[in-house]
């Protein structure tokens, strides 16, 4: 077992890592930048060592840094918790070659499932469900046309090196391909320095529902069930719950075979999630695999009691998992809550919190690194806590969550409690009838009449 992690991250997921590492008897470094030196994930780790000013690219970025603090400290392995350098198959392999086990996806890993194009073709090969679509990158616009006209508008054009929805286009009639075509290009270009595109056949309505996997070093998988991330703006995720309300249990299963397939297949090494879209007649399609810690995985750690990071750091240590397969047993649901103006856009919110008052009781979990005193720093994603509640039926879960959110005091900066509060009141929510479509027929301008 390792004795010393350094945790490649920070705020609410580096302390997440932390107190499991405490309870594996490990010893943890945190990294942070001057921005962060008051985070709570710099009070509780064991060692800290500051990695540059606040800008992203002059600190938790910079992997020559990183590195450095490692070996001060003589940490034997590198968590990079989500985000950052934790799909970044250059860290993997900068890692491996300092003899640091990097607890994660390895370099040829991240590129195999990293690259959305090759992702596709590889998830084909292994006979899991894929969207119809181009094969392989679209070569020019005259490509990208004569593909769209073949599979029939609307087609949905994707980044292939993409994430958090850049480089993303619906395009529903061919008199707005070639703005689409253009446009997504450029903003690939300028998120990932690499502005190859592929297409889709787009589905309408569908939902968004992911599985989670874990697998080791012998090639074994197993699936740890759904999460369901419908309710998204600008497919960035809100809110995620597990069971979804949509599955049955029959589709359950075979969408946690075809993940477990799909890990098996690429052999993949660690916990990852295999993403789905699944339209409304229940046919499912593979969307993506991020190699790597979800935001969301606290509802799958509370409905199956199973902590995820420790299982992580044990299959990055060589010990072999049980294989078996888990399915909830309980219902429960995370609300993200940011540092945001849900009244005016949704713009960021940073500042100094001059009061905070957190939610307590019988199944309601925060996993946050802020407190009352805390300034959040403009810097980085403006999530500041993750609130999630549990109880025996999805009804209950709900309820528990609108009490909580009614308990969540946090002053001096504006944050997203009172779009959560009003969206657990929302008919078709509370119904479980909702898509990735929601925020988009919910305005915003309805919150406020509310």
Not at 60 to 86: M, V, W
Not at 287 to 306: A, F, G, K, L, S
């Amino acid at each position: 077992m390792f004795k010393k992690i350094l945790i490649a991250n920070r705020g609410e997921i580096a302390l997440r890592i932390i107190r499991t590492c405490r309870e594996m008897g490990i010893k943890t470094v945190a990294v942070y930048s001057t921005a962060d030196a008051e985070s709570l994930h710099v009070r509780f780790a064991d060692e800290a060592v500051c990695i540059g000013p606040p800008p992203s690219n002059l600190s938790y970025l910079k992997i020559s840094n990183i590195i450095a603090a490692a070996e001060i400290t003589n940490a034997d392995a590198i968590h990079p918790g989500y985000g950052f350098l934790a799909e970044n198959s250059k860290f993997s392999k900068i890692c491996q070659e300092h003899n640091i086990k990097f607890i994660g996806a390895s370099p040829e890993m991240i590129d195999q499932m990293g690259d959305k194009a090759s992702a596709r073709a590889t998830m084909m090969a292994a006979g899991v469900p894929c969207i119809p679509g181009s094969e392989g990158l679209l070569k020019d616009y005259a490509d990208c046309l004569k593909t769209a006209k073949g599979m029939g508008f609307p087609v949905m054009l994707k980044a292939t090196a993409g994430g958090g929805g850049k480089g993303m286009r619906a395009v529903m009639k061919e008199e707005n391909l070639q703005t689409a075509w253009d446009s997504a290009r450029q903003e690939s270009a300028a998120a990932f320095g690499n502005d190859g595109m592929y297409m889709e056949k787009l589905i309408l309505e569908p939902r968004h529902i992911e599985i989670q996997v874990v697998g080791d070093s012998t090639g074994k998988a197993c699936h740890l069930s759904e999460r369901d991330c419908s309710i998204q703006r600008r497919h960035q995720k809100l809110t995620e719950e597990t069971p979804s309300p949509f599955m049955t249990d029959k589709l359950r299963k075979q969408m946690g075979d075809a993940a477990v397939k799909a890990a098996e297949f690429i052999k993949y090494e660690g916990a990852g999630t295999v993403e789905f879209l699944v339209d409304k007649h229940r046919n499912f399609y593979f969307m993506e695999m991020n190699t790597r810690i979800q935001v969301e995985h606290p509802i799958t750690e509370q409905v199956i009691d199973y902590d995820l990071i420790r299982e992580q750091i044990l299959v990055a240590a060589g010990i072999p998992l049980s294989g078996k397969n888990y399915f909830p047993k309980l219902h429960s649901i995370e609300c993200r809550i940011n540092a945001e103006d849900p009244y005016n856009d949704f713009r960021p919110s940073p500042g100094k919190i001059t009061n905070l008052h957190a939610p307590g009781g019988h199944g309601v979990r925060i996993d946050t690194h802020v407190y009352s005193g805390y300034s959040i720093p403009p810097n980085y994603d403006s999530m500041i806590a993750k609130l999630i509640t549990t109880a025996q039926t999805r009804e209950e879960a709900i309820s528990k969550m609108k009490r909580a959110l009614d308990e969540f005091v946090i002053e001096g900066v504006k944050t997203t409690i009172p779009f959560h509060r009003q969206l657990m009141d929302h008919p078709d929510y509370i119904d479980g009838n909702y898509t990735t479509k929601f925020m988009e027929d919910w305005k915003m301008d309805a919150i406020k009449e509310e």
